[in-house]
């Protein structure tokens, strides 16, 4: 894994338990914050995805 995959899969998961806990406490504003932040975490993990696909690619040559 590469650092934006990390990254990327870190956020996504903040972000499910940011929407999770503003459900529980009623709370909208930091379910749409969760759901921001797993939209942003996903877009990083597939850039990371490319990256390494690219790389893989241009290793294997």
């Given at each position: 894994?590469n650092?934006?995959q990390?990254?990327?899969?870190?956020k996504?998961?903040?972000?499910?338990?940011?929407e999770?806990a503003g459900?529980?406490?009623?709370?909208?504003e930091?379910?749409?914050e969760g759901?921001?932040?797993?939209?942003s975490?996903k877009t990083?993990?597939?850039?990371?995805d490319?990256?390494?696909i690219?790389?893989?690619?241009v290793n294997s040559?």
């Amino acid at each position: 894994m590469n650092k934006n995959q990390i990254k990327g899969t870190t956020k996504d998961i903040i972000g499910k338990v940011q929407e999770k806990a503003g459900k529980l406490v009623g709370n909208e504003e930091q379910q749409v914050e969760g759901l921001d932040k797993q939209i942003s975490g996903k877009t990083q993990k597939t850039v990371g995805d490319v990256q390494k696909i690219i790389t893989d690619k241009v290793n294997s040559i």
